[in-house]
């Protein structure tokens, strides 16, 4: 299997209504619009589609929505991850995989495996997969770092396993995994903000949540560079820079529906334990925006 999440995918968020049920109306418009002004593949149903808010109807519903609506023209990555790897295991099993394209895979989260651990953890993962699996390290939420060293033994073990989604933070560790990676397993960036860092050294796309808001504007940066084109790139990079950390400043994916709702697309609804962005955050944000149309 190869890896076919290239350029820039979309982390896509949960439209809500007021009260409190998704918006599925808003959700076709939504992606109609990531797949108009310059989406690659969208990642549906993770961290930044609130899916851990979801019941699983609303999650078999919104990935017909959104199959129904792309039509096979862009790729569809669709989380399926978790901390019981037998649980995992049994939801792949189960799953109607029609229409879906790979599958994305979080480390296990909260009870923090040794290396090891994750190794066999996506080993069972990668033994019962029928799709390319793209795995997702993102320390800052799950508790535990998969090494540079853990991510190769299994990419050089599995060749379905096709790719990482990196949001470590670490540069040298994603350097370290680009230079020791086997050819047919690729970097993804998981972090908006070393999106423009990770593609020079390596990375082959992002997986985005600042893309909801302006797909047209982030995937420009991104084709900048993959055509060597990297100060005007940059340029673009610079733009975004507070933005990137206004974004997250008040939980994920507040910050993002908050420009959605500014800019008349969603309802700035999120369920809870999350809550939307502060007022202040939301002033900064819309000040930026402005800016950037100018």
């Known amino acids: 299997m190869e890896n076919i999440f290239h350029g820039l995918g979309i982390a896509l968020i949960t ?21 108009s002004n310059g989406a690659d593949f969208l990642c549906i ?11 699983k109807e609303e999650k078999d519903k919104i990935t017909d929505v959104i199959k129904r609506v792309d039509n096979g023209r862009v790729p569809i990555l669709k989380y399926c991850g978790g901390n019981n790897t037998r649980a995992v295991v049994e939801e792949i099993n189960v799953t109607d995989w029609n229409g879906i394209d790979g599958i994305l895979s979080i480390c296990p989260y909260y009870n923090k495996p040794s290396q090891e651990g994750l190794y066999q ?12 699996v793209v795995m997702y390290n993102v320390p800052g939420r799950t508790g535990v770092n998969m090494k540079a060293a853990t991510t190769v033994r299994i990419a050089k073990d599995f060749p379905n396993v096709v790719a990482i989604k990196e949001a470590s933070g670490s540069l040298e560790q994603i350097d370290e995994i680009i230079k020791n990676k086997p050819s047919n397993f690729e970097v993804i960036s998981g972090d908006d903000a070393l999106t423009f860092s990770m593609i020079a050294s ?49 939980g994920n994916p507040a910050g993002v529906k908050s420009l959605l709702n500014d800019m008349g697309m969603i309802e700035n609804v999120l369920r809870l334990p999350l809550v939307p962005t502060r007022i202040e955050t939301k002033q900064k944000m819309d000040s930026i925006i402005k800016g950037l149309k100018r």
Request: aromatic fraction near 10%; proline fraction near 5%.
């Open 121 to 132: 953890h996506f080993k069972a993962i990668a033994k019962a997969s029928p799709l390319p």
């Open 202 to 250: 390596g990375a082959v796309g992002v997986i985005s949540v600042i893309g909801n808001a302006l797909p047209k504007e982030f995937s420009r940066m991104i084709r900048l560079e993959f055509n060597n084109e990297y100060a005007a790139a940059l340029k673009i990079h610079h733009q975004f820079t507070e933005l990137y950390k206004l974004l997250f400043v008040d």
């Open 15 to 35: 439209p809500m209504k007021g009260d409190g049920e998704v918006d599925y109306d808003a959700l076709e418009k939504l992606v109609e619009y990531q797949i």
């Open 45 to 55: 149903l993770a961290t930044t589609g609130e899916a851990p808010c979801l019941t």
